[in-house]
């Protein structure tokens, strides 16, 4: 040991080092946090010359501490240790001071310095692990220090130290040659360094200068009193320090005699009957007010709650205690700490205990507030009292700072993996305080603990939501059963929940569940269901009204629809699933997946980007953006391509319109390199199955690797090899249709790799859609092309009429804009009566006007949701309008 | 150069001799598909100009040629005692595309710099040829017209208060082809059915065994024309809704841009309410405070709403358009017509 200290005195700033103190305080593992404190608290009484008793050799103390528990025998026999160390470093420098060798004594005294003040420092470190790590602890910490008395032996050391410098120097004038200039110069610095170090021990120094004796004795602490005695002390220490005056009224400090900390501990230990909850009341007063110490009212309340007998005691002492908690972290950004998460976590376990075993006491939001706190109440039986508190915030404010500190973490490290670890506790609180909450009738509460729990649900696969059911059906035991959510089934227990929200008044309850049961259809191949739901529920038409994490959700919704449909093989659907989300350009922030650093070209306010780091989704649920991406863009070939082929090379009718840019893009390349990311696998398969080679687009899309996040890999595989030969003749048939009079299905059903029977029914889909003029001959089992084409005066008049259309429109906006410009009150009123029917042009234009905030802009294009799966109808008029 | 003659009356009709027309239509359909333009000579008398000369510019690009040959071209036609007073210019159009800027800028030119009396003569060269009827029409400037382009400002306002819209920028006037009695006993002469068939090429469609009987009326000035029988419609049509596409394209941007200016404006307008409500607040809290007011006027020094673009261009864009669509409205109604008889006489 002593060559570690060696190796760290070498390092003058060690004190402040604090990667050097963790070192050692790892050696004291076995000290507990009550004993150190114990420590703290002696040392200080140690100040009065007269306590020390039993002091009168390190060994007594030894047989002291040899009665009491082994925890704190271990702790005296590693002071004595230090001791002798400390010891032995004094007697090097006496040896030093009898050699006259400067170096040495120097380095022994470098040592003994660091080593005091790494003594100081670990006792600084005990301060702060129980004190919850804090530096303005630490400073607090230290000016305990400087009370604490320091061995006699050191300030002697010191002295004699001192006194042979002096006459080291006279010797020195006398006979300089003597001494070599090494030697001077560490004299010189130990000088410089006794100096400094002395000051702090002035009046020690002065002391003992001027009666050795005073200090004979050196002030080591003295453990004799019982543990729950230095307790109680301890407590009435804390007390005192909360009231923030040093000569507090309790006894216990200011009394000299250590016989009177025996009594004042007898006077606090009768406080856990009755006290109790007066102290309670005088910390709870004290919460919030700026002097206050947030940490030590922790450990305050944590020792009430040892003391706390009765049912009512521990349930007031643990709501104190749980919002405390609480509000130890009061920053915006920050996260609660994950330990101070899990006592808290464990506390709301403990409290939710209490209600299940004892069921004379409830707690809910607007109950009477008793008058006489400070006694204790028994509740009648069958007559269950009562109290003001609220477990929903509790659950809720842990569930938030779970769903924070995930925000935090990085989701690559196992931190991350540990953290969510948390979870299953997590959900295991929300189930047990749903249970106390239906038991109590609490209809708000359970609206709102159900919701979490749905949110904790909806985005699992059902493996693992029958894993997280059955892990709390494990934790909760069987005496925790709720009566409204009855289901082990996954699928039976979302619905379960969500019908149970939609009976909620709170709108907002519904709308979430809703979206969330939609969700969760979505994410498990149930389309048409999802579907349906989402379209009778009319969300669209109201969502942009909503709030933001609401309007989050149902992007998410919509994305996770988006992501149903095309592994259903519905690619029309999912494309305009996915067109609002991914079309926008900024899928990212839409999902609350990441932030975006800049807009139109000027950073986002700091404010805003933080409001919007909150509302972050933690990684586990987030939906893969380049999977989202590959998806969409796949959507887009199969559905660009043959409507390209079919419009001749210049039509305006468009899509995609990243699909298109990004083609375009393509296109211009002078040089193209083999397919390296997704895009290009999909530009390239684009292109080939243009050109109708479908083999090649086959293999270029089953070379993306990204298929494999999706379930039934080879099942949604075989599907785009489906679509793509389909869309293949499609698109053949719509490019090369005029070169053709006839076409033999088999020669068709050959080229693409279908059977005759799929050719023609896609053929007979054509023809009635009226896309291609054509007849099927049955008989010759041929395709009979009509060529008709458009004289050019046809086609310029049907541009014509398009463009007109367009003029119309446009006018018609310009107008009302400029209506609108003229008569603002007028405006006004038209908007209300216009309601929420979401017409582009007014949307823009009250965006226009009331500056752009960003979400309501979203919302702006949110209207056009309407027509998700109307588009082909109406689809096109969207489009010009957001033009 | 300029005329020296008072402006008695305003003009009324213009008088075009016979060469006149024949020369313009001869310069505009030799260099047929571009634009061309040239000079008109003559004198107004009584509020009726008569248009005696006229002379080609050079198509070139370089303005001081041009204008050195005008120069030259007036000198040497005052040497031979011709006419040479300017009294207006002439261009060649293709399906009235004609209203243009520049159009109204050389016009506003001559009215404003040499005579009040300018007038500018529009031969469209492709409605004469795809409708078989001579189409030369004059214009000039409407006074009000001609004040507004002064100041150079099209806005809303100023053309709400000058009622200026698009059928009164221009003064449609009267064209009459007049000739001396000699060309016209020339004609008559030429009419007499003595006149050689050979010299009339035109006539191909008939055989030769009727070219006697049918000569003379055939060339008689108003005899019955086949080309309005004519069942090629196509060509024309798709010229006009070609030049409407580009005009409603046109028009789209400059919507845009008016659209682009609203909104910009709305943009300003909204930050100096703000100031201004802004500022009455710290007035009001400074009349409680007892101290002086600010001003509340600095708002139009510190704020400048954006200069409405000019509506003049979409101004003449609507004009095009509505040109373009009366043409094809005019030449769809008997086209309709031929095609019903045509189909009766098929069945």
Redesign the interface.
Known sequence: MASRFFRSATDSESETDSSDNDSFISDEELSSDEDMSDADDDLKRDDQPKKNRFLKGGSDSDADSDDEDGGRRQIKSQKDKRYEEMESCVKTIENGEKNNDWTLISNGKCLTYDFIFLFFTLLVLQFTAEFDKLNKLMTKAQAGINGIVTPKFYIKCLVELEDFLQEAAQKEKAAKKKMNANNAKAMNAMKQKLKKNNKSFEDKIEQYRKDPDSLEEPAIIAVVATKKKSKNAFLAGSDSEDEGAPGSSTPAIDDAEFTTVGKGGKAVAEITSENLLQKLREILEARGKKSTDRNEQIVTLQRLLKDATSSYQSIKVLLALISSRFDANLSMTGYMQVELWRSVEKEINQLLKIFETDPSFYVFEVAEDFDDEDKDIIAKPGQPIGLRGSLISFVERLDDEFTKSLQNIDPHTTDYIDRMRDEAGLYAILVRSQVYFEKHNLAASIGRVVMRRLEHVYFKPEQVISQMEIATASVLGDHVKSSIITATDPAELVHQLCTYLYQQDVSVLRTRAMLCHIYHHALHQRFHVARDMLLMSHLQETIHQADIPTQILYNRVMVQLGLCAFRDGLIKESHSCLQEVQGSGRPKELLAQGVQMQRYGQPVAADQEQLERQRQLPFHMHINLELLECVYHTCSMLLEIPAQAQAGPNNKKVISKTFRRLLDYNERQAFLGPPENIRDHIMGAAKALASGEWEKSRDLIMAIKIWELMPNTQHIKDMLARKIQEEGLRTYLFTYASYYSTVGLAQLSKMFDLSTVNVSSIVAKMIWQEELSASLDQVTQCVVLHQVEQSRVQQLALQFADKAVNLVEQNERLLEQKNAEQRPEQQQQQKDRRGNKGQPGNQQNRNAVSGQRPFQQRTGGRNNFNNVFGNAVRGGRTQSARR | MATSLPSSEPLHTVQLDGLVVLKIIKHCRESYPVDVTGQLLGLDVDGVLEVTNCFPFPSSDDDEASAQYQLDMMRCLREVNVDNNTVGWYRSAHLGNFMDLNLIDTQYNYQNSLSAQSVVIIHDVSKSAAQGNLSLRAFRLTEAFMKAYEKKTFTTESMIKNKLTLSNIFDELPIQVHNSHLVTALLHDLDSPVADANRLPSLTTFTSTQKTATLAEDNAPLAPNLEVLDLE??PF??KN??N??DC??A??QE?NN??YW??S???E??KIQAWLTKRKQENAQRAQNGQSLLPEDEVNSLFKLPTEPSRLESMLLNAQIHNFTKQLNQFAGPSLGRLYSVQELQK
């Open positions: 419609l196509d049509m798709q809704l070609e409407l596409l409603a394209d028009q789209q919507h008016y659209q609203q909104r404006v709305a943009r307008q909204t």
